[in-house]
C-alpha cells in the first residue's frame, strides 16, 4: 500500500471587519505610520469587537471550508484549535466550534504554540491522519490578540490583530501533502514574550491587573534576535533534508511577525521576492492565524505540486518548518 500522507484539501478564514491603521496607532501612543512600516511592514490590522471571544472567529472560518465544498460536518472526525487567546481558560474553544459547526462525531482540543501553533498543529493532524486513525481534521489557527495587548504599550500594539484561518486535512495517496518537519522548543523564550499572571504561577488578583500584568509582554529585540535565527535555521535544514534548492521550492509561507524577519528567512534560504507569500501588511500579526490567513488569501496561486515550506517562530519559545507538497487546483 502507498504511504498516506496528509495533505490540505480546502482552506478558509475569518476576519474582522474594523480596521485599526497605523494613523490610528498614532494617536493612541507615540508611535508613527513611517516607523511601523519600516521597523514592521505593517499597515493596519483587523479587531474584533469586544464581548466576542475567538470561537466567533474560528466558527466563521470552518463553516466557511464546509459550507464552500458542500462538507457534511458530522463527517469531520476531529477539530484543533490552535490559539492563546481560547474564549476561556478552564474550557476547550475547540469543542465549542464543533458544537456550533455541528461536527457532532468529532472530537478536539486546543493547542497552545503561540506564533507556531499552527504549525504544531499540522504536525499533530498529520500524524493522525498518517496512521490511518482519522480521515477529516479541522485545523484552525486563531486569535483575538486585541484582547491581551494593552493599547498603551507601543512594543506591542501595532504589530498584533485579529483573525482566524483554518485547513482539513485530509489523506492522500499519491504523494501530495506534509513530507517533512523540523520543529523545535526552548523554554528561555518566556523572558522575553509572556504573560504572566493568570496562570497558576500567578493567579489574577487586583495587583495583578493594577501592575497590567494580564496583558501580553515582548521584549521585542530579542525575539527578534531568536526568530532570524530559529526561523531561517528551521528553513535552510527542512531544504536540506529533503535535498531541495531554492529553485525547486515554489513558495516561502511564513509566520507574519515581522516583514524584516521573513526576507532574513528568505535570504537564507536564496528564495527570490514573488516565491515569498505576505499579507503582514493587512492584518499585522495574528499570532497562530498567520499562515492559514496567508493560505486562505494566495489559495487561486497555489498548485498542485507546489513545494511549500512553512516556517514559524513564537513565544515558548517555539520554532519549525515543514515541507509540504500542494494538493489540489482551485
Ligand atoms: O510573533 C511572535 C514573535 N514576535 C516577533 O517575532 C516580534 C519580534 N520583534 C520585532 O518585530 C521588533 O523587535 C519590534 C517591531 C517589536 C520592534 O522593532 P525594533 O526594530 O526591534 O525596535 P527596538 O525595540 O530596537 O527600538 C528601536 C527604537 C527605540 O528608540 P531608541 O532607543 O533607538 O531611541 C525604541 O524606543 O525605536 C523605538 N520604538 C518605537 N518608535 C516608534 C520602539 N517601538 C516604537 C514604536 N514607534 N512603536
Redesign the pocket.
Known sequence: MKKIHASITAVGSYLPEQVLSNND?EKM????NE??IT??GIKERRILNKGIGVSFMAIQAAKSILENKNINPLEIDMVIVATITPDMHATATAAYVASEIGANNAFGYDLNA??SGFLFGMSTASAYIESGRYKKILLIGADKMSSIVDYTD??????FGDGAGVVLLEPNQQGMGVQDEYLRTNGIGRNF?RIESGGSQMPTNLETVKNKKHFIY?D??N??KH?VSKMADASEEIMKRNSLTNIDVNYLIA?Q??K??IDATATRMGIVDDKVLMNIESYG?T?AATIPLILSDYESKLKKEDKIIFAA???GFTWGAMYLKWGYNS
Open positions: 496607532l501612543v507615540d508611535t508613527n516607523w511601523i521597523r514592521t503561540a506564533c507601543r512594543n506591542t500594539c501595532i504589530i514574550l515582548q521585542g529585540q525575539v527578534f526568530a509566520h511577525a515581522n524584516r524577519i500579526n499570532t517562530f513564537g513565544a
